[in-house]
């Protein structure tokens, strides 16, 4: 699915990159993170509309998301939708998706693996001095680490069927927002580790594309445990922190307490981001990295990059709009 650097870029200078390959059942696609959310969606669409067999790596196989995917298999006699179990802290998981991977590829020669998608992630919002050294690590050992070592697994199998890697990171990954810093570390660094590898593989005519997706955490399960890691942070505190955060501390997490709780997998209705993603997965020459975001976020990547430091630190905090330590602690004296 790929061609030589330089005819790559020579199509898009001239517009050509929007001629796609076709695809069809013959076609498998790789999916992480398929229990909710984008990779739920992605799932669904590579299935119903571009009629590929997916595989949809899970986190647990009995969660609604997949219960939800095993049903597509209802309706369809070839049986394209296989859902996986995968945990990406266990090296063990990861190793066994690549031998059901090899053995359903073996089990019909038409089968031509096509994408891996590393779409698998988790967020916790805190302040940093806030986030236990546990929550910090499963950040970065899920994000980075993880996905790092699942594509190091099935490399082997990617380079040689020339298959294509994208990468879901976050704008997060493009200009770091308080009370996530790292989650933005994390996206930060696949964004910099996608790009070493895109030029690495080029010269296996193996594709590595970058997908921003946008924000979407209202939609998805990503931050569905953050009042129970509200509760690890403060049982985590001393006593001059408790007093320091205290109000603070409560006012924040009771912004972020809609975000809370697992919703029901539902499949995202945005067209426009199901048709850039498409064109990360078909195109002969796709872009190195498709962005896809509201007019407000262009608005303030646009800033970002303008702006001098102090400037773009003022249009962060005000993207973000949750509650600041000054804030609560000014509507208290003035009470």
Not at 198 to 206: A, K, N, P, T
Not at 255 to 265: D, H, V
Not at 287 to 316: G, S
């Given at each position: 699915?790929?061609?030589?650097?330089?005819?790559?870029?020579?199509?898009?200078?001239?517009?050509?990159?929007?001629?796609?390959?076709?695809?069809?059942?013959?076609?498998?696609?790789?999916?992480?993170?398929?229990?909710?959310?984008?990779?739920?969606?992605?799932?669904?669409?590579?299935?119903?509309?571009?009629?590929?067999?997916?595989?949809?790596?899970?986190?647990?196989?009995?969660?609604?998301?997949?219960?939800?995917?095993?049903?597509?298999?209802?309706?369809?006699?070839?049986?394209?939708?296989?859902?996986?179990?995968?945990?990406?802290?266990?090296?063990?998981?990861?190793?066994?998706?690549?031998?059901?991977?090899?053995?359903?590829?073996?089990?019909?020669?038409?089968?031509?693996?096509?994408?891996?998608v590393n779409n698998a992630g988790v967020m916790c919002f805190g302040e940093f001095e806030w986030q236990t050294p546990g929550q910090v690590e499963h950040c970065i050992?899920?994000?980075?680490?993880?996905?790092?070592?699942?594509?190091?697994?099935?490399l082997p199998l990617v380079r040689q069927k020339r298959a294509r890697i994208i990468n879901v990171t976050s704008h997060c990954g493009l200009q770091a927002l308080p009370a996530l810093g790292p989650y933005a570390a994390s996206k930060a660094a696949l964004r910099f580790w996608n790009d070493a590898l895109r030029m690495e593989l080029q010269?296996?005519?193996?594709?590595?594309?970058?997908?921003?997706?946008?924000?979407?955490?209202?939609?998805?399960?990503?931050?569905?445990?953050?009042?129970?890691?509200?509760?690890?942070?403060?049982?985590?505190?001393?006593?001059?922190?408790?007093?320091?955060?205290?109000?603070?501390?409560?006012?924040?997490?009771?912004?972020?307490?809609?975000?809370?709780?697992?919703?029901?997998?539902?499949?995202?209705?945005?067209?426009?981001?199901?048709?850039?993603?498409?064109?990360?997965?078909?195109?002969?020459?796709?872009?190195?990295?498709?962005?896809?975001?509201?007019?407000?976020?262009?608005?303030?990547?646009?800033?970002?990059?303008?702006?001098?430091?102090?400037?773009?630190?003022?249009?962060?905090?005000?993207?973000?709009?949750?509650?600041?330590?000054?804030?609560?602690?000014?509507?208290?004296?003035?009470?």
């Amino acid at each position: 699915m790929a061609s030589s650097p330089l005819l790559s870029a020579i199509c898009r200078s001239l517009g050509l990159c929007r001629r796609s390959l076709p695809v069809c059942s013959r076609n498998v696609i790789v999916i992480t993170g398929c229990d909710s959310g984008l990779g739920h969606s992605l799932a669904v669409y590579c299935h119903n509309a571009l009629n590929m067999t997916v595989v949809s790596c899970c986190h647990n196989l009995c969660s609604e998301g997949a219960r939800l995917l095993k049903q597509l298999n209802g309706e369809d006699q070839q049986q394209r939708m296989h859902i996986y179990e995968l945990d990406l802290l266990q090296p063990a998981s990861m190793e066994r998706v690549e031998k059901e991977l090899v053995s359903l590829l073996d089990s019909d020669e038409d089968y031509v693996f096509t994408a891996l998608v590393n779409n698998a992630g988790v967020m916790c919002f805190g302040e940093f001095e806030w986030q236990t050294p546990g929550q910090v690590e499963h950040c970065i050992g899920v994000n980075v680490l993880g996905t790092m070592r699942l594509t190091k697994q099935l490399l082997p199998l990617v380079r040689q069927k020339r298959a294509r890697i994208i990468n879901v990171t976050s704008h997060c990954g493009l200009q770091a927002l308080p009370a996530l810093g790292p989650y933005a570390a994390s996206k930060a660094a696949l964004r910099f580790w996608n790009d070493a590898l895109r030029m690495e593989l080029q010269q296996y005519g193996v594709e590595v594309i970058n997908f921003v997706p946008g924000s979407f955490v209202m939609a998805s399960n990503i931050a569905a445990r953050q009042q129970d890691q509200a509760f690890e942070m403060f049982a985590a505190f001393n006593e001059e922190q408790r007093n320091h955060y205290g109000a603070y501390f409560k006012e924040f997490n009771t912004y972020l307490r809609i975000l809370s709780g697992f919703k029901a997998p539902n499949q995202f209705q945005d067209e426009q981001l199901l048709s850039k993603f498409r064109d990360a997965l078909t195109s002969r020459h796709p872009k190195a990295l498709y962005i896809h975001e509201p007019w407000r976020y262009k608005i303030y990547r646009w800033l970002f990059r303008l702006c001098p430091t102090p400037l773009v630190d003022w249009l962060a905090v005000q993207f973000c709009a949750m509650p600041s330590y000054r804030s609560v602690t000014d509507r208290k004296h003035s009470t």
